[in-house]
């Protein structure tokens, strides 16, 4: 893919206020690749996503896409959505429930010579695989079905960029995989720009060539999925990240396979070795696994006789409160862990820092995701 | 005197008066439910006066505005030649006033109703404002358009104070149904009259509302 190389489609640089607590301070910049905006809720994603696609006006700033100004406070730029030639698709599918499904694909083409209509209808449909579909009404699809006939809604008229607004979110696992497939054939295929809002480690890592991360307002981490999200994690970092539901992201490979006993060994960079579900990936390849901080227990020493395949010692490093729970920070080799644990077994177990302890983890509390692209 | 002239007369203007109040309050309800401008709480309040004033004080405070030495009503006489006042246009206007915010109430709520969400992704897929109205804004919104359509028709049936204020009750003139009514009891004491043509009207008023009934249930459009 030679073409992302051609300097930036999209260029953003913009200063907003989203309410007196949060104030957006952005610049960015995006090749012919898929970017993922990522944060946590709250942190201007989806509005920073509204002010490039023309849904809100920036206080000021600059919004250039390929050769053309589509915002430039200090010019009095500000092209109507009309003209902007950004397609969007949203969080909710937002069809037209007045339409079929082949309206909605062309609603986007008025004005195109019939043949040309037809033409392109049929090519955005059988992208998103919605070419059977086409004379049903919004209301009796379900919901992937719906985001996949917004996708080719969106489409069609060939935008210049792509704006997703956690499109995903609202869909259950078999769906959300079958949009991200969707969404990576048109990458693919169409070699459209794309901006991607999500909180979703997953998605972040099978969608995204290069991460922008947010924070109050702020890009505070910038680069391959992997890399940003696994330096994000590390409590020594200067950035804090808080992730929704605190979470473990490690990159790793795969090591090793023992399929008798449905178990994978993932070699975590520089660290452990980790033992989780059986992962059909050869030997080599590179993954993320992620760890919620509430899946891993603590020993004061190994445990004998226990169901979790993983016992990995560690030292505290320190304790953190938060509320009513409490956040443990402890380096094993190479890698530093966040376990949450609720006050009173903190008191219980005479933790503190310094302490040896064992991270008690069981295979299926590591969530291992494979990159759909790992050259990116 | 046939029945069937007031009878007529009376669907006339108001099929009539649903024209103007329909001309008139689908860019006044759009107004009220997509743009903001000063004073429009007035405004909106205002158009609604005529649901609380009685209808006399209504047709009072209209021959002030369209009488033949009102201001309009002089200008309009003066200029096109038209009288409203004792003339069956002057019935159709206040009817329609009268009936007016039986019309915008409804259609405002169906604006409102209308997700703005779905116009701005018209616009991004290259609408214009005319094309956003015409394609997604009213066929979200024409359930409860219709409906209002229904029930001002239905009121303007029936008008009997502001008519009587505004146009008179002249037989084959001005003369309506409800009028007629009223003067076959009370001066001509031919309650048969009355009688049929209170039937014909209730026919016609109730068959509007079944089709209200009909329209309002499901008028959120599907989502």
């Known amino acids: 893919m030679s073409v992302e190389n051609d300097g930036p489609v999209l260029d953003v640089r913009l200063s907003h206020r989203v309410h007196p607590g949060l104030a957006l301070d952005v610049a960015l910049s995006l090749g012919r690749e898929v970017g993922v905006l990522f944060g946590r809720s709250g942190t201007g994603k989806t509005t920073l996503l509204r002010l490039i696609a023309g849904l809100a006006r920036p206080e000021s700033g600059r919004i250039q896409l390929g050769p053309e100004t589509l915002f430039d406070s200090a010019r009095r730029i500000d092209r109507r959505l009309r003209d902007r030639r950004v397609g969007m698709i949203f969080q909710d599918d937002r069809l037209f429930p007045h339409r079929s499904v082949a309206a909605n694909i062309r609603f986007g083409l008025k004005g195109w010579p019939r043949a040309e209509a037809d033409a392109r209808s049929a090519e955005v449909a059988a992208i998103c695989g919605v070419e059977h579909l086409l004379d049903r009404s919004p209301a009796t699809l379900s919901g992937g079905e719906r985001q996949r006939v917004g996708l080719a809604r969106a489409l069609a008229p060939r935008p210049r960029l792509l704006l997703c607004d956690e499109p995903v979110s609202a869909l259950d696992l078999a769906s959300r995989h079958a949009m991200l497939r969707r969404l990576r054939d048109v990458r693919r295929i169409e070699g459209i720009p794309m901006l991607y809002v999500t909180h979703g480690v997953d998605e972040a890592v099978a969608i995204g060539s290069r991460l922008f991360l947010l924070e109050g307002g702020r890009i505070v981490g910038e680069g391959s999925p992997l890399d940003v999200l696994a330096a994000s994690r590390r409590p020594d970092n200067d950035v804090p990240i808080a992730f929704e539901g605190l979470r473990n992201v490690f990159p790793g490979q795969v090591a090793s396979h023992a399929p008798e006993q449905n178990a994978t060994t993932l070699r975590l960079d520089e660290g452990p070795e980790l033992i989780v579900g059986h992962l059909d990936r050869p030997v080599g390849t590179t993954v993320l696994v992620e760890i919620r901080a509430d899946d891993i227990l603590l020993a004061k020493g190994p445990v004998e006789g226990l169901s979790a395949r993983n016992q990995i010692p560690g030292i505290i490093e320190r304790i953190v409160a938060r509320g009513a729970e409490v956040e443990a920070v402890i380096q094993t080799l190479g890698i530093t862990w966040i376990v949450s644990l609720v006050a009173p077994a903190v008191a219980q177990l005479v933790l503190r820092p310094g302490i040896a302890v064992h991270l008690i983890i069981k295979a299926r509390s590591c969530h291992v995701i494979v990159p759909d692209n790992p050259t990116s | ?223």
């Open chain 2, 1 to 223: 005197m046939s029945d069937l002239a007031p009878f007529w007369l009376s669907v006339q203007i108001a099929a009539m008066a649903t024209i103007v109040i329909v001309a008139a309050g689908v860019p006044t309800a759009w107004l009220l439910a997509r743009r903001e401008f000063p004073g429009k709480s007035l405004v909106a309040g205002l158009l609604v006066l005529p649901i609380v004033l009685p209808p006399t004080v209504l047709g009072y405070a209209m021959l002030q505005v369209i009488g033949r030495r009102a201001l309009v009503g002089h200008w309009l006489e003066s200029s096109t030649g038209i009288t409203l006042v004792f003339h069956w246009s002057g019935a159709v206007v206040a009817a329609a006033v009268a009936a007016f915010p039986l019309f915008l109430l409804p259609a405002r709520g169906a604006f409102e109703a209308v997700d703005p969400a779905l116009e701005d992704v018209a616009r991004l897929l290259g609408r214009g404002e005319l094309s956003v109205f015409l394609s997604v804004t009213l066929p979200l919104a024409w359930r409860g358009l219709a409906a209002g359509m229904v029930l001002v028709f239905a009121r303007s049936l029936g008008d009997f104070g502001t008519t009587l204020m505004v146009a008179g009750n002249i037989p084959g003139v001005t003369q309506t149904a409800s009028l007629a009514i009223y003067d076959a009891i009370v001066l001509g004491n031919d309650s048969a009259r009355a009688g049929r043509l209170t039937l014909m009207i209730s026919a016609v008023s109730i068959g509007a509302l079944w089709v209200v009934q009909r329209t309002l249930p499901a008028g959120r459009p599907t989502r």
